[in-house]
């Protein structure tokens, strides 16, 4: 018997994300899969409509976490939906934290999944626990479990700190956390 492997993908729907989904699917063929949405309110809603698609496309359970009205910024939709979203790159604008960055949005998403991850694992090992009471328990949960996650962000938006949350320096302690 193998470890129980599950893997849990943030999917906004965008390439990013996507891609993401698709190397996760291609380095582990065999595990179980979810792909999680978390709608926090942002604008921009045609990725998320695509995100339930290509969850499906690769195999995978989809979620939608709606987490509206936690998050604020010009990407979200409260008070912000007649704000016009400038058009420039990362690179054109003086170095610091782009007006259109949502505090925290990629922690915040980390933290979501990760619960998702420890929950799924504790409700395995109880599993397990119960199942060794079982006289007629073969042992098939005995290798244990393991969750992975994945979180694909481009590293073009953490140039010049546009967005903070998208640069090594944010993406290695917060793996380091989990």
């Known amino acids: 018997m193998a470890k129980m492997h599950k ?3 943030l999917l906004s729907g965008g390439v990013d994300s996507t891609t993401t989904l698709a190397i996760a699917r291609d380095e582990f063929p ?3 899969f979810e792909a999680v949405t978390v709608d926090y309110g942002q604008r921009h809603k045609k990725e998320a409509e695509f995100a339930g698609a290509q969850a499906a496309f690769y195999g ?10 936690i998050l604020t910024g010009m990407l979200v939709d409260k008070g912000t939906e007649n704000e016009a979203i400038p ?13 259109t960055y949502v505090s925290f949005r990629n922690g915040f998403m980390l ?18 626990e119960a199942a060794r009471k079982n006289p007629t328990y073969d042992g098939e949960l005995e290798d244990g479990f393991e969750a992975t996650i994945y979180c694909g962000v481009h590293a073009d938006d953490g140039v010049n700190w ?3 949350d998208c640069t090594p320096e944010f993406i290695g302690p917060m793996s380091a956390v989990i």
């Open 7 to 9: 893997v849990y993908v």
């Open 30 to 32: 065999s595990a179980i």
């Open 60 to 69: 995978a359970e989809h979620y939608t976490l709606d987490m509206q009205g």
């Open 87 to 99: 058009d420039v790159g990362y690179a054109d604008l003086a170095p610091g934290i782009s007006p």
């Open 111 to 128: 933290s979501l999944i990760a619960a998702r991850a420890q929950a799924w694992v504790m409700e395995m090992e109880q599993r397990r």
């Open 162 to 164: 546009a967005y903070p």
